[in-house]
T-cell receptor
Framework: AQSVTQPDIHITVSEGASLELRCNYSYGATPYLFWYVQSPGQGLQLLLK??????LVQGIKGFEAEFKRSQSSFNLRKPSVHWSDAAEYFCAVSNYGGSQGNLIFGKGTKLSVKP | DTGVSQDPRHKITKRGQNVTFRCDPISEHNRLYWYRQTLGQGPEFLTYFQNEAQLEKSRLLSDRFSAERPKGSFSTLEIQRTEQGDSAMYLCASRDSYDSNQPQHFGDGTRLSIL
């Protein structure tokens, strides 16, 4: 069965420091992968997606993610974190091998930013 | 593009009562999804519609839950005889399935609290 694992429940970084959030997936075929961000009491905003092609994808707000098939990973990175990046981040894979299916989410990583 | 709209944003009710939530998708989107998110977890898929047809229901959708999308536009999710375990954020998402590159767009959710 498809699944997504986000090993880190909570991460704290200093403002201006670099960030990497880990995501591992289990999927039999080529996955469609997503990163969403959620602020408290809000819905989910798409940061970036990977469907095919270049394995390094750029997203909004200065985020990027790299798809590594050999490691079944899709880690999210940002070179310099801003206080406004504090939120919860969810990695997801699309069911049925395409963007048409429902999403399977990880449990999320909560990011705190120290001044 | 006004985004996905959900109403109400918050609902507090007593155990055993019925509740109904509404979702208005982005107007040209033919697919509509419902997810449930409990505290500390990622969203979990409940059901989805293609136009007015309900195409898939998760095992999480017990017989106390019913969803409709009568004219292929807005959707309602009803929970009958609510239980403590129904307390969660209910998220709606929509997309245009004819555009394979398009991801799901989420609303801000309805937070349900059962007293």
């Amino acid at each position: 069965a498809q699944s997504v694992t986000q090993p880190d429940i909570h991460i704290t970084v200093s403002e201006g420091a670099s960030l990497e959030l880990r995501c591992n997936y289990s999927y039999g075929a080529t996955p469609y992968l997503f990163w969403y961000v959620q602020s408290p009491g809000q819905g989910l905003q798409l940061l970036l997606k990977y469907f095919s092609g270049d394995t390094l994808v750029q997203g909004i707000k200065g985020f990027e993610a790299e798809f590594k098939r050999s490691q079944s990973s899709f880690n999210l990175r940002k070179p310099s974190v801003h206080w406004s990046d504090a939120a919860e981040y969810f990695c997801a894979v699309s069911n049925y091998g395409g963007s048409q299916g429902n999403l399977i989410f990880g449990k999320g990583t909560k990011l705190s930013v120290k001044p | 593009d006004t985004g996905v709209s959900q109403d109400p944003r918050h609902k507090i009710t007593k155990r055993g009562q019925n509740v109904t939530f509404r979702c208005d998708p982005i107007s040209e989107h033919n697919r509509l999804y419902w997810y449930r998110q409990t505290l500390g977890q990622g969203p979990e898929f409940l059901t989805y519609f293609q136009n007015e047809a309900q195409l898939e229901k998760s095992r999480l959708l017990s017989d106390r839950f019913s969803a409709e999308r009568p004219k292929g536009s807005f959707s309602t999710l009803e929970i009958q005889r609510t239980e403590q375990g129904d307390s969660a954020m209910y998220l709606c998402a929509s997309r245009d399935s004819y555009d394979s590159n398009q991801p799901q767009h989420f609303g801000d959710g309805t937070r349900l609290s059962i007293l």
